[in-house]
C-alpha cells in the first residue's frame, strides 16, 4: 500500500555563489540537477553518493538553509529537523545540555518554564541519558552522549520529518549501532519519516527502506534497498556497492 506523503521534491534545482564573475557579482554555480522524489510517512530513505555529489545540499535547501534554488518542495509536517555529523560542532558549547535541548521550546514559545523542564527531563531519559545530564556542557560529554543530545535537541519539538546528514559516520562501531538501535526505535515509537544520509551503504543497508543514489547533483538511481543492493542498474550504483566490499 502506497504510504501518504510526509514530503515532496519535484524539479529542483539548487545553486551557490563563489569567486566573481562581473564587478562585484559571485559567480552562479548549478549544485542539484532536476532532483524528484517523494518521502512517505513512516519511510526511511537513503541518499547515497560520494563527497560532492549534493547529498548535504539537498538537505540544506528542504531545511530552508539554502534558498537559491528553483522547483517546488512540499512539507507535509511541521518544524522538520535535522542531526548533523558532527555533534561538536553543532552544539552550543556556551550551554548545558539542558539549555540546549530547551532551546526549541523556547522558540516554539507555548510552554512555560515547568513544562519545558519536564519535557526536557522526559526527552533526555528516552535517548539514554538521565537528569543528572541537565548541567553537563558539550565538551564533558563523550561522543555517543553529545549525538544523543543532538537527537534529543531535534526531537523535543516532535517532528515527523528528520534529516540524518551523517549522524552516525563519526561514531566508533560500538556506538554507531546503539545510536542506530535508538534512531530506528524513535522511528516506530513516533512514526517518524528520515532522509538518511551517509557515504556508507552498510549503515544504509540496515536502516533504510528505499534508496536513492546521487552523482554530481543529479539523482542517477532509486530503488527499493533490496532492488539497490541486489540488482543495481547504473555503473556509478555498482561502483559504490563494489568499493564498499
Known amino acids: 500500500?502506497?504510504?501518504?506523503?510526509?514530503?515532496?521534491?519535484?524539479?529542483?534545482?539548487?545553486?551557490?555563489?563563489?569567486?566573481?564573475?562581473?564587478?562585484?557579482?559571485?559567480?552562479r554555480t548549478q549544485v542539484l540537477k532536476k532532483?524528484?522524489?517523494?518521502?512517505?510517512?513512516?519511510?526511511?530513505?537513503?541518499?547515497v553518493g560520494e563527497s560532492g555529489s549534493g547529498k548535504s545540499t539537498l538537505a540544506k535547501v528542504i531545511l530552508g538553509i539554502s534558498r537559491d534554488y528553483e522547483g517546488e518542495i512540499v512539507h507535509h509536517s511541521m518544524r522538520p529537523q535535522m542531526v548533523f555529523q558532527d555533534p561538536y560542532a553543532s552544539l552550543n558549547p556556551a550551554?548545558?545540555?539542558?539549555?540546549?535541548?530547551?532551546?526549541?521550546l523556547i522558540i516554539y514559545g507555548k510552554y512555560d518554564v515547568h513544562?519545558?523542564?519536564?519535557?526536557?527531563?522526559?526527552?533526555?531519559?528516552?535517548?539514554?541519558?538521565?537528569?543528572?545530564?541537565?548541567?553537563?556542557?558539550?565538551?564533558?560529554?563523550?561522543?555517543?552522549?553529545?549525538?544523543?543530545?543532538?537527537?534529543?535537541t531535534a526531537m523535543i519539538v516532535r517532528p515527523k520529518l528528520v534529516i540524518l546528514d551523517e549522524a552516525v559516520s563519526a561514531l566508533d562501531v560500538t556506538i554507531q549501532d546503539q545510536i542506530l538501535d535508538l534512531l530506528v526505535r524513535l522511528k516506530k515509537e513516533n512514526n517518524l519519516s528520515y532522509l538518511f544520509i551517509s557515504h556508507d551503504l552498510n549503515v544504509v543497508y540496515q536502516c533504510c527502506d528505499r534508496v536513492m543514489v546521487m552523482k554530481s547533483g543529479e539523482v542517477v538511481e532509486e530503488n527499493t534497498v533490496d532492488g539497490i543492493f541486489d540488482a543495481p542498474q547504473h555503473p556509478y550504483t555498482k561502483k559504490l556497492l563494489l568499493a564498499a566490499e
Open 95 to 104: 550551554f548545558t545540555v539542558g539549555r540546549i535541548v530547551e532551546e526549541p
Open 1 to 27: 500500500m502506497t504510504k501518504a506523503p510526509i514530503l515532496e521534491v519535484r524539479g529542483l534545482d539548487s545553486y551557490y555563489r563563489q569567486g566573481t564573475d562581473t564587478l562585484w557579482r559571485k559567480k
Open 115 to 152: 513544562e519545558r523542564k519536564r519535557r526536557v527531563i522526559d526527552m533526555l531519559e528516552d535517548v539514554g541519558l538521565g537528569e543528572e545530564f541537565l548541567v553537563c556542557r558539550p565538551h564533558e560529554l563523550s561522543g555517543g552522549q553529545r549525538q544523543r543530545v543532538s537527537i534529543a
Open 35 to 47: 532532483v524528484s522524489f517523494t518521502l512517505g510517512q513512516g519511510e526511511v530513505l537513503g541518499i
